[in-house]
C-alpha cells in the first residue's frame, strides 16, 4: 500500500552519554533515546540499522570534545539521519536523561546530590539548501510549595486567639511577619522547555535554577536540623499557587532569556501533589519569548 508514515524509528535506545565541557568535568547523562523519520509510501520500510549507526558516531564525537551539549547532540544526529535516509524529508531525535546534580544545604552546607531529569529534542526538515533543524532543552525539577489559601485561614485565626488574649494588634503583625502560619505543603514538579534555532544555546544550569526558583522552597536529600527549619520557614513566608510558580517561571525566563530570538517557543508546566486532597493542581504555558513579553510589557508600553 503506498501510504506514507510520519514516523518510523526505534525507541527507548538506552545509551550513556557524557558530554565535554570547556575547563570543566565532563557530564555524563544515563539517557534514552527516541528516534524517528519520515517514510514514503513507495518504500516498504525505513533502515533501522542507520539509526544505531549514527547515535553511536555521534556519542563518540561527544566523548571526543565535538559536541558539548546535550541538545546539540539531538541536532547533530537528526541531520546525519537525513544524510543516511536519503529518502526522508524529516528526522526526530527526543533524549530523556538523568543528570546527577550537586547540592549544598543553605545553613550547614552540607553536600548532597540530585537527579534532574533532562529533555533534549530536535528535529531537521530537508529543503532545496541547508536543513533547517530546531532544538529544544528542558528540565523536570521536585520542589516544595505551601498553599497561600490554608495560610489565610490560619492566619485569620491566629489573629483572632492573639486578640482574645489581649495582645495589641502592632504586636500581632509584627508576631506575623516573623513566624508565618501553617499551611498545607505539597511537593511540586516543575518543567520548563525551550525550543530555539539550531544555532542558538540555553544553558541547562540556569533552566534548572529558575525552575527551583520559582516554588515556594527547595527541597534536598539530607538535611540538618538547623537546614530543615530553614526550607520550612522559607517555604512558609513564600507561598505559591499552582499558577503562581508557571507565572513566575515565565518572567524569570524573560530575565534570563532576553536575547533569544521571538520565535523561541517556552513550554512550562508544574503539577503540585495535594497533601490534603486526593488530585493533584496542575498549571501550564505554552507561548514564544514575543508573547511573554507582550503579556508582561504590554500594559506600560500602551499610551
Same mark, same amino acid.
Given at each position: 500500500m503506498r501510504i506514507?508514515?510520519?514516523? #518510523?524509528g526505534v525507541k527507548n535506545v538506552k545509551k550513556l552519554v557524557e558530554v565535554s565541557r570547556p575547563e570543566k568535568r565532563p557530564v555524563v547523562f544515563?539517557? $534514552?533515546?527516541? #528516534?524517528?523519520?519520515?517514510?514514503?509510501?513507495s518504500l516498504k520500510g525505513a533502515n533501522l540499522s542507520r539509526n544505531f549507526e549514527v547515535i553511536d558516531e555521534v556519542l563518540q564525537q561527544a566523548i571526543d570534545?565535538? #559536541? $558539548?551539549? +546535550?541538545? $546539540?547532540?539531538?541536532?547533530?544526529?537528526?541531520?546525519?539521519?537525513?544524510?543516511r535516509h536519503e529518502y526522508a524529508d524529516r528526522t526526530e531525535v527526543l533524549m530523556r536523561s538523568q543528570f546527577m546534580v550537586k547540592r549544598e544545604t543553605p545553613v550547614s552546607r552540607t553536600h548532597c546530590h540530585e537527579v534532574v531529569n533532562v529533555h533534549a529534542r530536535a528535529v531537521a526538515r530537508r529543503t532545496f539548501r541547508d536543513p533547517i533543524v530546531r532544538k529544544s532543552i528542558g528540565a523536570e525539577v521536585t520542589g516544595m510549595t505551601?498553599?497561600?489559601?490554608?495560610?489565610? +485561614?490560619?492566619?485569620?485565626?491566629? +489573629?483572632?486567639?492573639?486578640q482574645g488574649l489581649g495582645v495589641p494588634d502592632e504586636k500581632i503583625d509584627l508576631f506575623l511577619q516573623e513566624v508565618p502560619m501553617a499551611t498545607h505543603n505539597q511537593r511540586g514538579r516543575g518543567f520548563l522547555c525551550i525550543e530555539i534555532d539550531d544555532d542558538q544555546h540555553v544553558e541547562l544550569e540556569k533552566i534548572i535554577a529558575i525552575?527551583?526558583?520559582?516554588?515556594?522552597a527547595s527541597i534536598f536529600e539530607l538535611l540538618k536540623r538547623s537546614d530543615e527549619s530553614?526550607?520550612?520557614? $522559607?517555604a512558609h513566608k513564600n507561598p505559591r499557587f499552582v499558577e503562581d510558580c508557571v507565572r513566575e #517561571?515565565?518572567?524569570?525566563?524573560?530575565?534570563e532569556f532576553h536575547d533569544l530570538p521571538g520565535d523561541s517557543l517556552v513550554t512550562i508546566k508544574q503539577t503540585n501533589e495535594e497533601? +490534603?486532597?486526593q488530585h493533584d493542581a496542575y498549571a501550564e504555558r505554552q507561548a514564544t519569548i514575543a508573547e511573554l513579553f507582550y503579556e508582561l510589557n504590554g500594559d506600560s508600553t500602551e499610551g
Open positions: 506514507n508514515l510520519t514516523r #518510523v544515563i539517557s $534514552n533515546f527516541d #528516534v524517528f523519520v519520515d517514510l514514503p509510501g570534545g565535538d #559536541v $558539548n551539549e +546535550i541538545e $546539540n547532540l539531538c541536532s547533530v544526529v537528526a541531520r546525519k539521519l537525513l544524510d505551601a498553599c497561600p489559601c490554608a495560610q489565610d +485561614i490560619m492566619k485569620e485565626r491566629a +489573629i483572632s486567639v492573639l525552575l527551583k526558583e520559582s516554588m515556594s530553614y526550607v520550612v520557614l $522559607n #517561571v515565565a518572567k524569570k525566563v524573560l530575565h497533601s +490534603i486532597h
